[in-house]
């Protein structure tokens, strides 16, 4: 959420679709205070910046990817991590996230901030 940095610069940058989880929506009020506070943005900002964000992701139903949650569970050591790579394996993506644990499985690639950001100097991305 936070306008200037590395992500947002990526999240804007990089010629590609975005997918997450449909309950992603309801973690930007869950965390909003952790946001406003780490982001330095106004209320209004936060919510302007959360519109932004909303309208270049396009939100997963648990049911499109559902029948892979089995698979996914049994890949990651982190349960948090369960939807994300099962909404992956769904639309056949790679995922983009800095957690170490997600890393860890084969089923898709997963790609760091710092790996995207030297493809991006690479042009290819």
């Known amino acids: 959420m936070k306008p200037d940095s590395a992500n947002s610069y990526l999240f804007s940058s990089i010629k590609a679709e975005f997918f997450a989880p449909e309950f992603i929506k309801s973690e930007f009020s869950r965390y909003k205070k952790d ?58 993506s790679a995922i983009w996230s800095n957690d170490p644990h997600i890393k860890q499985q084969s089923l898709v690639k997963v790609f760091t901030t710092a790996e995207l950001i030297e493809k991006l100097l690479k042009n290819e991305v």
């Not at 209320?43 to 992701?57: A, C, G, L, T, Y």
């Not at 982190?78 to 790579?85: H, I």
Request: some cysteine; charged content about 35%; aromatic content about 6%.
């Open 35 to 92: 946001c406003l506070s780490k982001s330095k943005l106004s209320e209004h900002e936060f919510e302007i910046r959360q519109k932004e964000v909303e309208e270049d992701i396009e939100f997963i139903k648990v049911i499109e990817y559902e029948e892979l949650l089995e698979i996914a569970t049994a890949s990651v050591s982190d349960p948090d991590d369960v939807d994300f790579l099962a909404v992956a394996l769904s639309i056949n």
